[in-house]
């Protein structure tokens, strides 16, 4: 089975720069998704394919790939994007997720 | 509009069974692969079990396996879970969604497993 690694935490400042990595073999070859989540709240699609952002989703938000990593960046962080991060991608058809990271903006 | 909602759940004794239903409306339903994820109390995303748009293929996170059946039925653009021998561990919120889109998510329903 494949695995999907992230950070646990990262915390920022308000305008700062956010990275959160996800790493795995399976990154390789498959695109990723990530995704956000705030308590008590369904996921929200941030990134697909990558580094593509759907409509609706703040140009703050990006996406990049390299290897086996691939990369949320968050362009100045505002307090609202304090969420849980996932990770996920899919191969032999089946899904994995990340094990989330904790952003926290303050 | 897209829409997922997703029903079923409750509280239900270790080794009963549950049947969760995803009715799916504002997207042509049979063109998609179906997904099912669950998120445990406190805990992240795991993804459970999919399914191809015709039902001819379907797969499982190992931890249900041979436990939980996935079905759709196009004629009604439903998603269906059937969880048997449940566990404590099994307790979470499940949310259905489309593959490989995942956007958007349902509401979930809770699944409690407990005596």
Redesign the interface.
Known sequence: SYELTQPSSVSVSPGQTARITCSGDVLAKKYARWFQQKPGQAPVLVIYKDSERPSGIPERFSGSSSGTTVTLTISGAQVEDEADYYCYSAADNKGVFGGGTKLTVL | EVQLVESGGGLVQPGGSLRLSCAASGFTFSSYWM?W?RQAPGK????VA?IKQDGS?K?Y??SVKGRFTISRDNAKNSLYLQMNSLRAEDTAVY?CAS??????????TLVTVSS
């Open positions: 997904s994820v992240g995303l795991e993804w999919n293929e797969y996170v190992d949310y593959s490989p889109t995942f956007d958007p998510w349902g509401q979930g």
